[in-house]
């Protein structure tokens, strides 16, 4: 018996002492496992903060630093994206301020900005934050991306851009002002042509681009301070004055 309890007492000790170690071992796994896990986590918010940095580095080359809209890069990575979506109803509007250059000759570059500037925002709230898009390509041009809508829903855009539009001209002393009544010559008016087309199955971003800027020009042509719908004629317009 004393011998079984001794063999007793000495197989408690060597599981007691197998037991401390096991739980050492445990401890150790632990603590790696935890210095890991705080590796990876440290790894993975790396990670993030590049995408993030490499994000705002992408939307930055994409922005137009003058209006804050999209650029012609931009512009176009928003179009060919939409594009491969194979889009049922996604048109595109090129907007061109009209005798522009008049007005930056008669009041400078910098109250040529302000419009440019005024102009953006308008445009920025006449299309949906989200699915849309407004840009500036350069100078005074502009264009709209627009999915989802039907011939009468750009029609309203439209009207609404102008009804805006012509609503603030630009006083003597440069100012931009309300027009209030008609035939108040000492306001100038500030005035926009644009041109819309649908996109065509099989059409790349281009062709749509150079179809919805031909149809400008024909708002051009027709009196200006308008805006035309592409009819799809196939006819090549020349480019017209600002």
Do not use: C
Not at 75 to 97: A, H
């Amino acid at each position: 018996m004393v011998r079984d309890a001794e063999e007793g007492r000495t197989k408690t000790a060597k599981q007691i002492e197998a037991e401390k170690d096991a739980s050492w071992k445990e401890h150790d796994l632990a603590e790696h496992e935890s210095q890991l896990e705080g590796k990876l986590t440290e790894a993975h918010f790396k990670a993030h903060a590049q995408r993030k940095h490499e994000a705002l580095l992408e939307t930055q080359i994409h922005i137009d630093k003058k209006t804050g809209l999209a650029n012609h890069e931009g512009f176009m990575k928003w179009l060919e994206t939409s594009l491969k979506e194979q889009p049922d109803s996604l048109w595109v509007g090129y907007i061109d301020l009209d005798n522009f250059k008049h007005i930056n000759d008669q009041f400078g570059h910098s109250k040529g900005d302000e419009i440019l500037k005024w102009v953006a925002k308008l445009l920025s709230k006449s299309v949906r934050e989200i699915e849309d898009v407004a840009a500036r390509p350069h100078g005074d041009e502009f264009v709209l991306g627009i999915d989802g809508a039907d011939e009468k829903r750009i029609g309203e855009i439209a009207e609404d851009i102008l009804r805006t539009i012509n609503s603030i001209g630009i006083s003597e002393q440069g100012s931009l002002v309300p027009i209030i009544g008609v035939g108040n010559k000492s306001i100038i008016p500030i005035k926009l042509s644009m041109g819309f087309a649908k996109w065509k199955q099989g059409e790349n971003a281009d062709q749509l681009l150079h179809r919805a800027d031909q149809a400008m020009f024909r708002a051009k042509r027709s009196g200006r301070n308008r805006y035309e719908l592409d009819k799809s004629t196939g006819a090549e317009y020349e480019e017209e004055p600002s």
